[in-house]
Nanobody, 129 residues
Framework: QVQLAESGGGSVQSGGSLRLSCAVS????????MAWFRQAPGKEREGVAR???????IYADSVKGRFTASQDNAKRTLSLQMNSLKPEDTAMYFC???????????????????????WGQGTQVTVSS
């Protein structure tokens, strides 16, 4: 059973940077699709960035050019470097792994309700203006 644990959230001023990390444990294989999602109060959860088994990374339009996702297989971590943060980036950020093999990575990233998902506990990011 995949287990995920995020760290690295916090509070910064607009224009600042934060780096989130997600430790993967409980399995010896690499999940075929992992992603960062976020959810702000009163808003739907949205995908931020996803990495597939071929290390192809896709970003939400709202974070392109500012956020960089990476995966270190040796350290079994998923990271999200967030630069030029804006107040609208304020949200709870979640690390997630797709569990359902027959669901395409992009399909799951666009709608995490499709198939089964393993979620981390989340880490809060707050950006003040």
């Amino acid at each position: 059973q995949v287990q995920l644990a995020e760290s690295g959230g916090g509070s910064v001023q607009s224009g600042g940077s934060l780096r989130l990390s997600c430790a993967v444990s409980g399995v010896t294989y690499r999940p075929d699709c992992m992603a960062w999602f976020r959810q702000a109060p009163g808003k739907e959860r949205e995908g931020v960035a996803r990495i597939n088994r071929n290390d192809v990374i896709i970003y939400a339009d709202s974070v392109k050019g500012r956020f960089t996702a990476s995966q270190d297989n040796a350290k079994r971590t998923l990271s999200l470097q967030m630069n030029s943060l804006k107040p609208e980036d304020t949200a709870m950020y979640f690390c997630a792994a797709k569990r359902t093999p027959f669901v395409l990575c992009n399909t799951w990233f666009n709608n995490s309700r499709v198939g089964n998902t393993v979620w981390g506990q989340g880490t809060q990011v707050t950006v003040s203006s």
